[in-house]
């Protein structure tokens, strides 16, 4: 009698088994394409854009070598190796070593109190069992539990401050609308204003400033890049004794609104001429005048390229995803702009699904997502297909989101109207308070300092005043939060400033 027997295969059936059904082509006006695919469009600048462009490499870049193109042999090697389950001899061994566990996993329950924690760290007993702390904890800890509070800080009459970054445990570097480059320390409560860097002519010196909208520190913490005297050139300070060590210029014709670093030597500028500009950095830079006796002396230097981002009218924000090798920048026209970082050339743009008032953009740590704050909402985007993740309405309906950033899975937003709101990644809604159930994380800042005129004015018609929040930032430890800002209003005249802790 004839019987049946029944295997069954631990794992996953390779690719190379599974039929899967082809999809026709269809011949376009650009050659044949797949349905439900993109067009690959040229990057021709008379077309009109549209919501998804992607554009051609330029025909002057360097000529594809076909040998790179060559299979090696250990690549054909592994596939050889491929079991049924689908994972190679390597990975298969990597597995099985991973889920072995030592006897005091097993058998030992885990202690999570921070104080067996920082035992074991002194006994030496770390090497047995590894453990880390979670970054994020006391920052979650602090304001899930009211713990943040508002300490302000008076700047005098400082006009607005733009942008703020952390210099070190105890002092905090800003630019201001009034474009002056400030320091505070807070342990002695001092502020030190950082004289600005002149260009080589003096015509390219205007009375009328827009102020310094960008500081960003390089990623071995040796180089400061902000904005100089003139709000088109580029200002370059050496940490940490803030020493001058050049001015970029003749690279754009209006305001410099952001600058992003690609590693410790390039950096990157846009502006609101709505290109950007590469600039080179090089370690020892020797001043124009080395004879020159008067302090202090500096180098100016021209950029290495400058290029339109087609279909931008301003450009807002830049960022720089290390990990795709990507310059995304963000134009006040709602768009999104994917640039090579490699050959510098524009590779695609992209319309985001809110149009109004798009004035900040970050990323994750890890380069895994892209957060964009407009009006009454903040996006997350994909930094892969830059298809928007998620959009989530501002808990304030028209409050202006005017700065947003990432502390791991905490996403921190500054409102136009003095308020802080924070939402967690994990859970996917704005931070809940332990303290009052069912009631959502919020910092409220105080007024700051108006011009007493002006005040007096915006009193007589009625109008209440709260300071906007342009700038905030966490410092290594995410236990102290720092926030500036100042009137929304650009016809008034003040400042706000702040450490939660």
Not at 75 to 95: E, I, V
Not at 376 to 391: A, E, I, M, Y
Not at 435 to 440: L, V
Request: proline content about 4%; charged content about 25%; hydrophobic content about 35%.
């Amino acid at each position: 009698m004839a019987s049946t027997q029944v295997i069954r295969v631990k794992g996953s059936i390779p690719s190379k088994f599974v039929s899967r059904k082809k999809l026709k082509s269809r011949q376009g006006a650009f050659g044949y394409y797949r349905p439900n695919h993109f067009a690959f469009i040229p990057g021709d600048p008379e077309l009109k854009i549209e919501d998804f462009m992607m554009y051609n490499e330029p025909e002057e870049e360097e000529q594809h070598d076909p040998s790179e193109d060559e299979e090696s042999p250990e690549t054909n090697d592994g596939n050889r190796f491929m079991g049924l389950g689908g994972y190679s001899q390597h990975s298969t061994q990597f597995n099985t070593s991973q889920s072995r566990k030592s006897f005091n996993q097993k058998y030992i329950p885990v202690s999570y109190n921070f104080v067996d924690y920082v035992l074991k760290r002194d006994q030496g007993l770390s090497r047995l069992e590894t453990q880390k702390v979670n970054i994020e904890y006391g920052t979650r800890h602090l304001l899930t539990t009211g713990m943040f509070k508002e300490h302000p800080i008076g700047l005098n009459r400082v006009n607005k401050v733009f942008c703020s970054q952390w210099l070190s445990d105890h002092q905090i570097v800003m630019g201001t609308r009034c474009n002056k480059l400030l320091v505070y320390d807070i342990n002695n409560h001092n502020i030190d204003i950082i004289p600005s860097l002149l260009s080589s002519e003096p015509a390219r010196n205007p009375d009328h400033q827009s102020g310094i909208h960008a500081v960003e520190i390089n990623y071995s913490k040796t180089l400061l890049a902000t904005g100089a005297q003139n709000s088109r050139d580029l200002a370059v300070y050496k940490l940490p004794t803030l020493d001058p060590v050049c001015v970029g210029e003749k690279a754009h014709s209006e305001w410099i609104l952001d600058i992003t670093w690609l590693d410790n030597e390039f950096l990157v500028s846009g502006s609101t001429d709505g290109k950007l500009a590469l600039w080179r950095i090089e370690e020892k830079m020797e001043p124009d005048d080395v004879e020159k006796e008067t302090i202090p002396n500096y180098s100016h230097i021209q950029p290495v390229k400058v290029k339109k981002c087609f279909g931008a009218d301003k450009v807002r924000a830049l960022i720089f995803n290390e990990n795709l090798n990507e310059i995304v920048a963000l134009s006040m026209n709602a768009y999104v702009h994917i640039w090579d970082s490699n050959r510098f050339w524009q590779k695609m743009s992209r319309k985001l699904p809110h149009a109004m008032d798009n004035a900040c953009l970050t990323k994750r740590e890890d380069c895994s997502l892209y957060a964009i704050g407009s009006k009454s909402h903040f996006t997350l985007l994909d930094p892969r297909t830059l298809h928007h993740v998620k959009k989530v309405n501002a808990r304030v309906s028209g409050c202006s989101v005017r700065s947003i950033s990432f502390h791991k899975d905490i996403l921190t937003i500054g409102t136009g109207i003095g308020v802080i709101m924070v939402y967690d990644m994990r859970a996917g809604k704005y931070m809940e308070s332990t303290m009052n159930s069912g009631r959502a994380v919020v910092l409220k800042s105080t007024k700051g300092w108006v011009n007493p005129d002006e005040a007096y004015h915006d009193l007589i018609r009625n109008i209440e005043h709260t300071p906007a929040i342009y700038s905030h930032c966490y410092d290594w430890s995410g236990t102290r939060l720092f926030t500036a800002g100042g009137p929304l209003d650009d016809q008034l005249k003040g400042n706000y400033a702040a450490l939660w802790c």
